[in-house]
T-cell receptor, first 110, second 112 residues
Framework: AQRVTQPEKLLSVFKGAPVELKCNYS??????LFWYVQYSRQRLQLLLR??SRESIKGFTADLNKGETSFHLKKPFAQEEDSAMYYC????????????FGGGTRLMVKP | SQTIHQWPATLVQPVGSPLSLECTVE??????LYWYRQAAGRGLQLLFY??????ISSEVPQNLSASRPQDRQFILSSKKLLLSDSGFYLC???????????FGPGTRLTVL
């Protein structure tokens, strides 16, 4: 069975501070990991995926298979980063289903 | 371009009443379709997914059912709502073979 855990329900940082949203997963095969974000009054949307190895809005995430983690990081948080962040995993399944973590609400204070 | 619609946006229903939430996708063919429930503090839970017309897979046993009468239409239903069915329901679509999903605006359901 696959599982995604986001240990922090709420993370509060000051503007300009580094931020790290933790994500750990459990999956026996080779997973694909994603971060989705939901800004206030907006739809849930894809932020980044590990396979792309890209930086979106200053955020990066590295898949660490040894620690089974996919933490989301940004060196200098901005107020507009305040949102709900979900880590998700896709295993090898016919329906391309995603398993989501419980989500972390990031609050960036001025 | 592709778009996904959900309605209604909000719904307040009494316990024991029926439910029908609708989701439609435009601009693509034969998408994978998904229903999720977003409960407070519990993240996103996959309820149903469909890879084609009339093909529904259920991920959790519950009071709800889903149907896909047309290629780009996905319906979430219940014959008798429970208090525990309250939540925010999200529909999503994705291309077959792709892991990226695109979400609708959601329906806020309150069961009283």
């Amino acid at each position: 069975a696959q599982r995604v855990t986001q240990p922090e329900k709420l993370l509060s940082v000051f503007k300009g501070a580094p931020v790290e949203l933790k994500c750990n997963y459990s999956y026996s095969g080779s997973p694909e990991l994603f971060w989705y974000v939901q800004y206030s009054r907006q739809r849930l949307q894809l932020l980044l995926r590990h396979i792309s190895r890209e930086s979106i809005k200053g955020f990066t995430a590295d898949l660490n298979k040894g620690e089974t983690s996919f933490h989301l990081k940004k060196p200098f948080a901005q107020e507009e980063d305040s949102a709900m962040y979900y880590c998700a995993l896709s295993g090898n399944n016919a329906g391309n289903m995603l398993t989501f973590g419980g989500g972390t609400r990031l609050m960036v204070k001025p | 371009s592709q778009t996904i619609h959900q309605w209604p946006a909000t719904l307040v229903q009494p316990v024991g009443s029926p439910l029908s939430l609708e989701c439609t996708v435009e601009g693509t063919s034969n998408p994978n379709l998904y229903w999720y429930r977003q409960a407070a503090g519990r993240g996103l839970q996959l309820l149903f997914y469909s890879v084609g017309i009339g093909q529904i897979s259920s991920e959790v046993p519950q009071n709800l059912s889903a149907s896909r009468p047309q290629d780009r239409q996905f319906i979430l239903s219940s014959k008798k709502l429970l208090l525990s069915d309250s939540g925010f329901y999200l529909c999503a679509w994705g291309l077959a073979g792709s892991d990226t999903q695109y979400f609708g605006p959601g329906t806020r359901l309150t069961v009283l």
